[in-house]
């Protein structure tokens, strides 16, 4: 079988209560159909026909092409991620904006010893980097800048600003992914820069449902 752990769950729980009863619905013998199960032989079509008959599934569904109509997958776990309307900064401290929306998404997208924001971006000073108007961005949380990663970052008394982090020569380079905008020089001595975030992921075309 293509996928013999698909086949093995379905024999178990949705389909058969022992083996028995599929090998005499199928007509096919205990050790034949435990070499199928193990992968040691491939049935031939018509045995196929009658194994797939036998479990109410189709021959495609043994061999690991397609799925039941009747079979749900198994639902993901959902991540609560609240959607601001801007970070709002100010000199050594920064605060959330408004909350605009809370979406859900799949539990594996994030460490749970993390926490996540996300904002929809404005402008097009990152379009070189594959952010456009409207992208969702999710960040992490963090306090810590990362060496030629973009994140979100506090300038003075202004809203954060997305853009990818450098230093050298003793300064902090906050640099745009468009020629039409010149780096942002900052002095790391400055109070009044933060870093707020690490970009994590990029949505396009996002639509809360």
């Not at 096919?28 to 031939?44: D, E, S, V």
């Not at 998404?105 to 749970?112: G, R």
């Not at 975030?197 to 990029?202: H, R, T, W, Y």
Request: aromatic content about 10%; overall charge negative.
């Amino acid at each position: 079988m293509a996928d013999n752990g698909k086949f093995y769950s379905g024999l178990g729980i949705e389909y058969a209560q022992k083996l028995s009863a599929l090998c005499r619905k199928a007509d096919i013998t205990q050790p034949m159909m435990h070499y199928y199960l193990n992968g040691q032989f491939l049935p031939k079509h018509e045995r196929l026909v009658k194994m797939a008959e036998a479990l109410d599934v189709s021959p495609d569904w043994l061999l690991g092409i397609d799925e039941p109509e009747n079979i749900q997958p198994a639902k993901s776990k959902l991540f609560l991620l609240e959607v601001l309307s801007s970070i709002s900064c100010g000199c050594g401290i920064y605060n959330d904006g408004e909350v605009v929306d809370t979406i859900k998404l799949p539990e594996e997208m994030f460490n749970p010893h993390k926490q996540y924001f996300a904002v929809y971006a404005v402008g097009n000073s990152m379009t070189g980097a594959g952010i456009e108007e409207g992208d969702l961005l999710i960040f992490e949380r963090t306090d810590v800048p990362q060496e030629n990663k973009i994140g979100a970052f506090c300038i003075d008394n202004e809203q954060a600003l997305c853009k990818r982090y450098k230093s050298g020569n003793g300064k902090i380079f906050l640099l745009s992914a468009n020629d039409n905008y010149a780096p942002i020089v900052i002095d790391p001595l400055d109070d009044c820069f933060r870093t707020v975030g690490i970009l994590v992921k990029v949505l396009k075309d996002y639509t809360n449902k």
